[in-house]
């Protein structure tokens, strides 16, 4: 049996009075120069970033050296899940000029490695393929060099939509499971484990690169985590993200639990015993953290 650290709930911690968070999930609040300079061009291309949508711990860090990962499509989804800070709703932007605009960003900012991400657009037939598919040929024209990693939602099985948004030249396909199955129906209600699982096999069979992430904190035990690895590299993963869940507002899903970084340790030497390629893991890992060394894997 393995043995893990304790780490007292959220509701725990509150009620004792300490604080609602350990001392290895402090960060720097973002400043300086270049993060200065990035905000600046993501509000003159009026880009939308996960790293603002998602309150991404990281973005201090990743904008002080000059990266961010662009949310195309908008910033409003079509789904609710129960983890995630982005407006859910009825889209009303469809900005067919947006590819331009974030490869002229890209080439401004000198961006060596680029992540683009997106919102679910459930209401589009092709999902917003097309807008993934210009995008990132847009960005290989205007910057033959910056690799390109694509963070791509759930095309509720829609095969062809999901062909056009990984055959424009992208070195990485994520798709994020966030969770273990037990917990979809609270975590992910609209979607489908074994469809995410699906969709990232497709992915492989296409020929890409394959990445996804997990949450840990939620409620689900090592043996879940373990299992969800192996259904992954099942189905062709080369790439784990695993970091620790923070709720967003009092309206989201609550932390179940602090995952201890000596336990995100062992879940690393677990995904590499099972094999994949590479695994990221630690409190603070998001899907993008670190992301120009998944490249070559």
């Not at 899940?81 to 900005?95: I, K, L, Q």
């Not at 759930?154 to 969770?179: C, F, P, Y």
């Not at 639990?257 to 340790?265: C, L, S, V, Y």
């Not at 030497?269 to 998001?286: A, D, H």
């Amino acid at each position: 049996m393995i043995e893990l650290p304790v780490i007292p709930s959220e509701q725990q911690r509150n009620r004792a009075g300490v604080p609602k968070r350990p001392d290895w999930l402090r960060v720097k609040l973002p400043i300086g120069p270049e993060y200065a300079k990035v905000r600046k061009l993501v509000d003159e291309h009026k880009l939308h970033t996960i790293c603002e949508s998602g309150n991404c711990p990281n973005m201090g860090e990743c904008w002080g050296a000059g990266t961010a990962t662009f949310m195309i499509l908008g910033n409003i989804c079509t789904r609710s899940c129960s983890f995630c800070a982005v407006a859910t709703g009825r889209p009303n932007e469809y900005d067919t000029d947006e590819p331009r605009r974030v490869a002229e960003a890209i080439v401004l900012m000198k961006v060596k490695h680029a992540v683009l991400t997106s919102v679910n657009r459930d209401e589009l037939k092709d999902r917003g393929a097309e807008i993934w598919y210009q995008t990132v040929r847009l960005i290989k024209e205007a910057s033959p060099t910056t690799t390109i990693e694509t963070l791509i939602p759930d095309t509720k099985g829609n095969w062809e939509a999901l062909e056009r948004m990984i055959s424009a030249g992208q070195e990485v396909v994520s798709h994020n499971v966030e969770t273990v199955e037990r917990l979809y129906r609270r975590v992910r209600p609209q979607a489908r484990y074994a469809r995410s699982l699906e969709q990232i096999r497709r992915t492989k069979d296409y020929g890409q690169r394959t990445k996804s992430g997990i949450m840990l904190g939620l409620g689900e035990t090592y043996d879940e985590i373990v299992k969800a690895m192996d259904d992954l590299v099942v189905n062709g993963l080369d790439i784990l993200t695993l970091g620790q869940y923070l709720q967003p507002t009092k309206m989201h899903h609550e932390v179940i639990e602090w995952i201890h970084p000596e336990t995100f340790a062992k879940y690393r030497e677990e995904g590499l015993k099972r094999g994949l390629k590479y695994v990221e893991s630690g409190p603070l890992v998001r899907s993008s953290y670190h992301a120009e060394k998944h490249v070559n894997v």
